[in-house]
């Protein structure tokens, strides 16, 4: 898959997902999202390995969100199962993963710690511009935020590691 249309659907997909919370237009923006999906493994020869990544990565976001509902970090709005993330997450989630062999896939070529502080930067300002386009609340508590960096420099890495050895283990 081009790296261009890759990042753009995730893009797309973020934007929708987001936007859509305060809207009570859910439903359609995830149905978009599962277009995007679908469209970028039909054209990628690369969809058994994004397949497996999506399989290992998406519980490990789920929890992540759900860890930080759970403990009052952030609130996510949206349709959900009782205290779990919503659903709008799970897509961007799916998304996202999505971009770890494609437009993100430098990220397996730089040391773990620069992947670390990548996380920690992007991620968390990509919740808090949620938060501001009303997808969540967050109060701004100092404390909040640096869970949510911490969470972010921990998670990325893995991710990564997970997407190079599912690449390598998986594969038959």
Known sequence: MNKFINALFFQLGWFACVLSVSR???????????????????????????????????????????????????????????????????????????????SLSFLKHIPLALTALLGLIFGTLSYIAGAKLGAASFDGDPVNLLLIALQWSILLPILVVISKWRGRVLMY
């Open 24 to 102: 009570n237009l859910e439903w359609p923006a995830m149905v978009l999202c599962l277009l995007l999906v679908f469209m970028h493994l039909y054209a990628n020869p690369l969809r058994s390995k994004d397949l497996q990544l999506m399989l290992l990565g998406l519980p490990i976001g789920i929890a992540a969100d759900t860890c930080v509902q759970a403990f009052n970090i952030m609130g996510f709005y949206g349709w959900a199962i009782h205290f779990m993330s919503p659903f709008w997450l799970w897509m961007v989630w799916v998304l996202f993963l999505l971009t770890l062999n494609h």
